[in-house]
């Protein structure tokens, strides 16, 4: 199976894609694959690297650009990066993995132009892709389907621009500090403040609006555990053991995720029985209520009375050498390579069950 692999992208998130997508190329059996990198870049441009056939030895490999100055280095081969159209994916016995983290990548719209275009790919579709993204509305849907969140307030920014002190009353008189502020589409830390002076909340809403013009604030759980759970599947859904985030700081912020490696995985995640059952059964029910399939991580809160509050749900989550997601399914007995390979066929599974589907129009 050929697999083009997208990174990069028009995103804030654009480096964290790069950092998942190496890994894949390290982790990708070789023996049943081959690799087409292709680089988005961030005016949104698609750049074709040479076909891998083993693993390369520096991320930074697959920052390629169009020209003579910026050698896209393979194993046992140099060539320039070349400049494609979406349209190119589409061969026999060929896939797209998109490992595109954050808009442009993981709202929907590339798994839109995917399925007009007819191409099989990895992951979500745009349904589910576009609801978990945005934490507004994903809120509302996990909300319907019973499942506990903490309180919340949504901002929308024309309200904001309008009257804002209004909005800080009412954020002042329904919520408890600390409180967390974010982009409503945004992840990965990005843009997202927490803080325990109610004086500090304007500026952090400013600061969220710079990534969108939607923001959630949420109050936050004191002395809370995050727990993380990875589900893998179809029509058959599989759950992971919970796995905790282990933290060295107060807010596991884009630091700690990926860059300085202070973040410690706790896998599996020292909870009771009962709580891994509860943590268990929400996952799952978060992942039928998106319409979800292929992959999904489902992010949660645990008090320190043991009170569960569903977080979100990032469906592409990441693969860098930090991420909970690859580590769950280790713990599972589902080594990086398989992992990858029941990714493919689940993505494939769905295009069919779609082709049939069309069949009947």
């Known amino acids: 199976m050929k697999i083009y692999l997208l990174y990069g992208g028009r995103s804030a998130e654009h480096d964290i894609s790069i950092l998942s997508a190496f890994s894949l190329i390290q982790g990708v059996s070789y ?21 891998l056939t083993a693993p390369l030895t520096d991320a930074q490999q ?3 650009t169009v020209g003579t100055e910026a050698v896209f280095n393979a194993p046992d081969q140099s060539s320039f990066g070349r400049s494609i159209t979406p349209y190119d994916f589409k061969h026999q016995d060929s896939v797209v993995f998109p490992m595109l983290h954050g808009t442009n990548g993981e709202d929907g719209t590339i798994q839109g132009l995917l399925d ?4 099989p790919y990895v992951g979500d579709g745009v349904m589910a892709s576009a609801t978990g993204m945005d934490k507004i509305i994903s809120k509302l849907v996990f909300q319907e389907a019973g499942i506990p969140q ?22 002042r008189g329904s919520l408890l500090l600390p409180l967390f502020v974010k982009p409503a589409n945004a992840g990965s830390s990005i843009g997202i403040s927490m803080i325990d002076d109610i004086d500090k909340l304007q500026d952090a809403i400013d600061f969220a609006f710079r990534y969108d013009d939607r923001v959630i604030v949420e109050q936050g759980v004191p002395e809370t555990r ?13 759950v992971s053991v919970p796995g905790e985030i282990g933290k060295a700081r107060t807010f596991y912020d884009y630091t700690a995720k990926f860059v300085d490696g202070t973040t410690k995985l706790l896998i599996p995640a020292p909870v009771s029985d009962t709580i891994k059952t509860k943590l268990q059964a929400y996952a799952k029910t978060a992942y039928i209520a998106l319409g979800a399939s292929g992959l999904a991580r489902v992010d949660f809160f645990l008090s320190k009375s043991d009170d569960i509050y569903l977080n979100e749900v990032q469906t592409m989550p990441g693969f860098t050498q930090y991420s909970m997601y690859p580590y769950l399914w280790q713990e599972m007995g589902l080594q990086y390579p398989d992992l990858i390979d029941e990714l493919i ?3 494939i599974e769905r295009y069919q069950q779609r082709k049939q589907m069309e069949a009947n129009f």
Do not use: C, M
């Not at 007009?116 to 191409?119: H, I, R």
């Not at 901002?155 to 009412?170: F, H, K, P, S, V």
């Not at 993380?228 to 058959?236: F, P, Q, R, T, Y």
């Open 31 to 51: 023996k049943r694959h081959t690799v087409v990198p292709v680089y988005i870049t961030k005016q949104g441009q698609f750049i074709a690297g040479s076909e």
């Open 62 to 64: 697959l920052r390629l």
């Open 116 to 119: 007009v275009l007819d191409v």
């Open 150 to 171: 903490v309180p919340f307030e949504a901002i929308l920014l024309q309200d904001w621009r309008q009257d804002a002190q209004q909005i800080l009353d009412r954020v």
């Open 226 to 238: 995050e727990i993380e759970l990875a589900i893998l599947g179809n029509a058959d859904i599989n």
């Open 345 to 347: 066929n689940l993505g």
